[in-house]
């Protein structure tokens, strides 16, 4: 899918397939992968990157009480080979970012990053220099970003009236594929809760073996199969903020807002 204008706000996956047994979401039948330009598209047949070091930065985005939001967030690199987790709201022994930077080829920041008007490049570390603790510092040439980046915390106005004719999901996707990351998954609006720790947890572990787009699809589908607590989800709130109101994880909310954005063919592994 190659969106224009407003058409960056529109969730493809969401749209209706007609079957044998009804409509479908079109992710149920196929992964969709995102290009800002039709130039791009080079990037659905490149040879996958090799991904040795995966660095996460958790910040208040899980829960609002601060011991299941850091159990949440350390629990989804578990599983991941060579995963490193860092907690916003502890002291991070760390360096530097810029060291950061070199030892991280798959980085995921859970924590909302606004990019509306010109927001998107929010700091999410405090750590070092403050020119360093950006998330567009990572993105700088010559091309030393990470492979990949998952950004579950983006920000947009589609929930608003006034949208910015993509330019807030286009202009911060073309920064990081110019600056050298071949995949992005990202939101068009921040879920939150324990239902993105949980797709957030499967994608990374489908990414070791599937390509991005299957690995999002597959980790949305397993998603439909769970059951969340609506009081626990942000994006549901105020709906039954007092109650233990069980929903299931097929709500469009909580999953129709992820993209992914550049890929690569099957035939490419």
Same mark, same amino acid.
């Given at each position: ?42 990037l ?7 991904v ?9 985005f ?23 987790t ?57 091309h ?12 947009t ?28 998954? #990202? ?7 324990? +239902?993105?720790? =949980? *797709? $957030?947890?499967?994608?990374?572990? !489908?990414l ?14 397993? #998603? ?7 009081? +626990?989800?942000? =994006? *549901? $709130?105020?709906w039954?903020?007092? !109650? ?26």
């Amino acid at each position: 899918v190659v969106p224009h204008d407003r058409l960056w706000y529109i969730p493809f996956e969401l749209l209706p397939v007609k079957t044998a047994v009804g409509n479908q979401p079109w992710i149920a039948h196929h992964a969709v992968t995102y290009i800002p330009t039709l130039g791009s598209i080079e990037l659905a047949f490149a040879k996958p990157f090799p991904v040795t070091q995966t660095v996460g930065i958790v910040g208040s985005f899980f829960a609002l009480d601060p011991s299941t939001n850091q159990s949440l967030g350390q629990s989804i690199g578990q599983e991941i080979p060579d995963s490193h987790t860092l907690l916003l709201a502890q002291r991070n022994r760390v360096p530097s970012v810029s060291w950061l930077k070199l030892k991280t080829d798959q980085l995921w920041v859970a924590t909302t990053v606004d990019s509306t008007s010109n927001g998107w490049d929010t700091r999410v570390l405090p750590l070092g220099n403050v020119d360093q603790t950006r998330v567009g510092s990572w993105l700088a040439t010559p091309h030393t970003s990470p492979a990949r980046v998952l950004l579950p915390g983006m920000r947009t106005a589609v929930r608003s009236d006034e949208l910015a004719h993509g330019d807030e999901l286009f202009l911060p996707i073309c920064a990081m594929l110019f600056s050298g990351t071949q995949h992005v998954s #990202l939101s068009r609006w921040p879920a939150g809760g324990v +239902s993105t720790s =949980t *797709l $957030l947890q499967r994608q990374l572990e !489908e990414l070791q073996s599937e390509p991005p787009s299957a690995a999002l699809r597959r980790a949305v589908l397993a #998603l439909w199969a769970e059951q969340f607590v609506a009081a +626990s989800e942000p =994006t *549901l $709130l105020p709906w039954n903020k007092n !109650e233990a109101v069980l929903v299931g994880g097929e709500h469009p909310l909580l999953w129709a807002g992820y993209m992914a954005v550049g890929d690569y063919s099957s035939e490419s592994q």
